[in-house]
């Protein structure tokens, strides 16, 4: 059997070494020049998505690593983007998986052969191959959202997505109003925090904020992955648990007091996961505000009537996923 994997990043590569396992013969696709996919740090190009030059994981070696290779046991607990990506290569040679992988390969197509009851992938080259099985491992960071908002249009700054954002540079000074508060938005409200003028987060519910270094700087991710903790989650009804964690973040940070606090509990949402927020948000560097009620030319006015003089509006919004290589683009619905 012909199985093609489109894209070679953290989905793409271990896809490789399972189809060579199973016995399948398996060709992979990268559209950029190296694997990776958002672990491979492309300040200049455009390609697919990409970390900031500043990204450590927020999740743990220990428990993001492929479970059959583990990162070397010297390097850090938290890694930086360029030994996320030195950990995929390390995986991909000794897995002998490169040599599977065609970099520079864009897919233009990939359409079902209904004849022959199999898929015809066509790069944007014009080269085309016929396949049994296609795997897609093309990630879902990689288009912005855009949210759309009232007056925006007003607005005589720069506006950017956080997928744009590669570093501090062109920030020095700057006015930086942020919305949103997912982890991109409080890395860059991090980094920004000490070199622009002032640095704004708006959030339309809060958040909760973990920290990566829990009791005696543990990662937060393994002390919490012990047999007691998943007895206690077993056993305990779910208000208790959502108490128990909350009560251990008001310790760290007050919620309530920045803003944070949002409406959900604790285990009903992805939380966000930063070490500097509540010491900068404690020295002033940073400032949590309510939702956007509109724009004008020099800035946001947020629910509630208060203005924020803006030199940039950084929009943190998330992205949005499809596949528009699918032939037809809606073969796989997303809800
Ligand atoms: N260091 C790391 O490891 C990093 C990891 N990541 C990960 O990458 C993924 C993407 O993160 P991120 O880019 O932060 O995106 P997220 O989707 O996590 O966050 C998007 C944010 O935008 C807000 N938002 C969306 N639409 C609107 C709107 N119309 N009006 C107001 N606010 C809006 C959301 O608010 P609401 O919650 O109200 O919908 C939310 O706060 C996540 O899984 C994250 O954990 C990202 C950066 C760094």
Known sequence: MKVCVIGAGVSGLPAIKSCIEAGLDVVCYEKSSDIGGLWNYRPDQDVGGTVMKSTVVNTSKEMMAYSDFPPPEDWPNFMHHSYVQKYLRLYAEHFSLIKYIHLNSEVKSVKKDEDIHKWRVTLKSGQSEIFDKIMLCTGHHAIPYYPQ????????????????????????DKNVFILG?????????????????????????????????????????IVFQSR?????????????????????????????????????????????????????????????????????????????????????????TGYTFSFPYLDPSTLIPII
């Not at 997505?161 to 570093?167: F, G, L, P």
């Not at 002033?284 to 203005?307: A, M, N, P, S, W």
Request: proline share 3%; aromatic share 12%; with cysteine.
């Open 149 to 172: 908002f009232r007056g925006l249009e007003k607005f005589k700054g720069k506006i950017l997505h956080a997928k744009e954002y590669r570093d501090y540079h062109g920030f020095e």
């Open 181 to 221: 508060i997912g982890n991109s938005a409080l890395d860059i409200a991090v980094e920004l925090s000490k070199i622009s003028k002032s640095v704004t987060v708006s959030t339309r519910r809060g958040t909760w904020v973990f920290n990566r270094a829990a009791q005696a700087g543990m990662p937060y991710d």
């Open 228 to 316: 007691l903790y998943y007895w206690l989650m077993k056993v305990l009804p779910w208000t208790i648990a959502n108490d128990f964690m909350e009560h251990r973040l008001q310790q760290r940070l007050d919620h309530d007091l920045y803003g944070l606090r949002p409406n959900h509990r604790f285990f009903q949402q992805h939380p966000a996961v930063n070490d500097n927020l509540a010491n900068l948000l404690a020295s002033g560097l940073i400032t949590i505000t309510e939702d956007i009620e509109t724009f004008d030319e020099t800035g946001v006015i947020v629910k509630g009537g208060r203005h924020f003089d803006a030199d940039v509006i950084i929009l943190c």
